[in-house]
């Protein structure tokens, strides 16, 4: 049976947000700086959609004498959530398809993976591109979309998921994540998937919104969770004697 679990990265896979863990840390440097910029992605990056009075984090980060040891560093010690790592690496030994599918960034996301021995444990990363240049990190968009309306011009995660899929067909899909971005994909997966949203964030308070309308959107089974444990023994409740 083909089967494929899709986690987002920022307060699902981790526990912080890893551009706000960036941002604190310039802060910390430069407390004259203060941000309220909330469109992320160009916000963090300075990319070519962004006008040019926008002057970006990271080149506040560069300017502040930031090296990019700083800034893996900074993401580096991002904690996983307590289960999280348990449960990709169970899935990955039980031959599912493993994906990331966030609003981060490439550097960011693989750095982490690297750091915390999960590279091999996932199939792949959907996500923006991220490079260095001159010392200074650059993002450039996963996508530009105007299909989805619900969704950032940058990133679309059913569109994005959609593509990644083509034509196959999975016998078992979990989705896991927290925020409004995961709430487009949740209400698009088949009744044979299984929805994950973290309790008490943007994305569980959206499906339960959903659930008391006249005409829910929601087709799948949902399911809290506060660690990954929770996950791993819904998904393998074969397991749960072996779960603390």
Request: hydrophobic share 40%; proline share 6%; net charge negative.
């Amino acid at each position: 049976m083909a089967s494929l679990a899709v986690f987002d990265f920022d307060r699902t896979v981790v526990h912080e947000d890893s551009d706000a863990t960036i941002i604190e840390r310039l802060r910390r440097k430069q407390p004259e700086w203060e941000s309220d910029n909330q469109d992320w992605t160009p916000y963090m990056s300075d990319v070519e959609t962004v006008s040019s009075s926008a002057v970006s984090v990271f080149e506040h980060a560069y300017s502040a004498g930031f090296h990019p040891s700083d800034i893996l560093d900074s993401i580096a010690s991002m904690r996983p959530n307590p289960g999280m790592v348990e449960l990709i690496t169970t899935l990955a030994k039980k031959g599912w398809k493993v994906i990331l599918l966030t609003d981060a960034n490439s550097v960011f996301v693989n750095h982490w993976l690297k750091t915390h021995d999960l590279e091999n444990a996932i199939t792949t990363v959907i996500t923006n591109r991220a490079f260095w240049q001159n010392g200074r990190l650059y993002i450039e968009p996963c996508m530009r979309q105007n299909v989805c309306p619900k969704c950032p011009s940058n990133l679309c995660k059913s569109l994005a998921l959609e593509k990644w899929c083509g034509q196959k067909k999975y016998d078992n899909i979990i989705y896991c994540g927290d925020g409004r971005n995961d709430f487009c994909p949740a209400v698009n997966l088949p009744e044979n998937a299984v929805i994950f949203p973290r309790k008490g964030y943007t994305m569980d308070n959206l499906i339960k919104k959903d659930a008391a309308s006249p005409n829910p959107q929601m087709k799948a089974k949902v399911v809290p969770w506060v660690d990954g444990f929770r996950i791993l023994q819904e998904v393998f409740p074969e397991n749960s004697k072996l779960i603390c």
